[in-house]
């Protein structure tokens, strides 16, 4: 949405009562976690440093990282894809998936910058989202309002009256422990249907060719191990070099997103295999027999060139920035790009393409920097890009 537009929605925005009380309730949480995983792992604030040298060196690279990941993954039996922009990224899964009735997808804001899911739904395929903030989404046809928790703008009354609505098999209440339990059981079976699983990745590592993907809820392991075909999208921006520099990266990742440590750390380099008789190696056995990776450029490479946007290709979507900005305190993902949100979010829609005059709201206080891992100033960021609006460069 452009701003001229945008003007006459923040008044609504800013009267809708639940919007500010499910913000309120996430905010608070998110601070009180963090300090207290802060405490415990102080050790945090000296691996940053070392995080940001290895992202920085990775995007100088980026194009050299490319071709390493893609040769060792080739070598461990995966089938890797390179797509220069959105519509080939489209096209290339389309071609791996259009086999598929059924999908189950782990949350990837790279599908998201796709529409992987709306495109693959016009083509007739059933896919669900299998994290529970990405279902909630899907449920109720809105867009994901933050990288790291998709319903953030949500409170639970909502929720349960939206999932209530739609899931004609099983009731929810208020609890959230009910919540949790009604979706797991609606979603169970979808896990067994599924032709393929899709998903993203944290990071990667090129050197041994193995993404790493963080997660909570145990659904991205059941997406990317149960079905037959796994397709993993993946912005060629998380590459670093080795696996050594890939783990640190993740160990920032989750504790910045607000976890002392992930219930699962799931490290996918080639496709399932068996070697057990008479060490003969057999693709398949228990988890994926076809494995595929799409590297998306989609304004990456372009952007790792650009003094002041390479700077965001530095960003570990940890969302931590969305949390302390005043404008998306407020407003939460309405502020932002049309896929990404935030200020961060703005300076990502100007890598990937998109309306980025949202730039003028942001307050230039640089308060995302201070609690950035990578030190990452969006204000910087977004002045340039109001100067180009502006000036029309
Ligand atoms: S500089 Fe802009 S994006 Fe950053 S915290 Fe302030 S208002 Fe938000
Ligand atoms: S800009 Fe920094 S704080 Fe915000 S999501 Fe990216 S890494 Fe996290």
Redesign the pocket.
Known sequence: MRIEEFKNEIKKILQDKNLAIALSRAISSYRINRAKIMDKFPNTYKLVEEVRRIKEDSVERIQELVETATENMVENGIDVHFAKDAEEGRKIAYKLLSDCNCIVKAKSMTCEEIRLREFLESKGIEVWETDLGEFIVQMLNDKPMHIITPAIHLPRETIVKALNDKMDCVKASNNIQEIVKAVKSYLRNKFFEADAGISGANVVAAETGSMIIIENEGNARLATGLPEKHVAIIGVEKIVPTLSDAIKVAEVTWRFAGYAVPSYLNIISSPSKTGDIEKIIVKGAHGPKDLHVVFLDNGRIKASQDEYLKEALLCLRCGS?MY?????QKLSGHWGGEVYT??IGIAWTAITGGDVSMAFL???????AEVCPMKID??KI?RELRKKILYKK
């Open positions: 920035c302390e900005c005043p404008i998306y935030g200020g942001c307050l230039l206080c640089s308060r995302c969006s204000s977004l």
